[in-house]
């Protein structure tokens, strides 16, 4: 069964870490491009960061310099290890894998950052 499943978040202070992780199960991951999304309350759910199949990372410019994407394609899962958080940060993540015409979303994890 294709699946992917979120882990790792949770509540947190300010500036504060996280490490989100991306298990995928049923895909040939490697084959694959992995995005984290994230989406806040009342909001549309919009791209954080991207991973392509050589490992290289790409981010939304609010986020750089913090948040870090990395892939264990041995493990099958990707992370997104979030430093300095901000409660504008707040928001259900969900990681996404793409390829060709398949596409997959998690069922999302939960941020909170408190002030």
């Known amino acids: 069964q294709e699946q992917l499943v979120e882990s790792g978040g949770g509540l947190v202070q300010a500036g504060g870490s996280l490490r989100l992780s991306c298990a995928a199960s049923?895909?040939?991951?490697?084959?694959?491009?992995i995005d984290w999304y994230r989406q806040a309350p009342g909001k549309q759910r919009s791209v954080v960061a991207t991973?392509?199949?050589?490992?290289?990372?790409n981010y939304v410019d609010s986020v750089k310099g913090r948040f870090t994407i990395s892939r264990d394609n041995a493990k099958r899962t990707v992370y997104l290890q979030m430093n300095s958080l901000k409660p504008e940060d707040t928001a259900v993540y969900f990681c996404?894998?793409?390829?060709?015409?398949?596409?997959?979303w998690g069922q999302g994890t939960r941020v909170t950052v408190s002030s």
């Open positions: 996404r894998a793409w390829y060709g015409r398949s596409l997959l």
């Open positions: 049923g895909i040939t991951f490697n084959n694959y491009i």
């Open positions: 991973i392509t199949t050589d490992g290289t990372g």
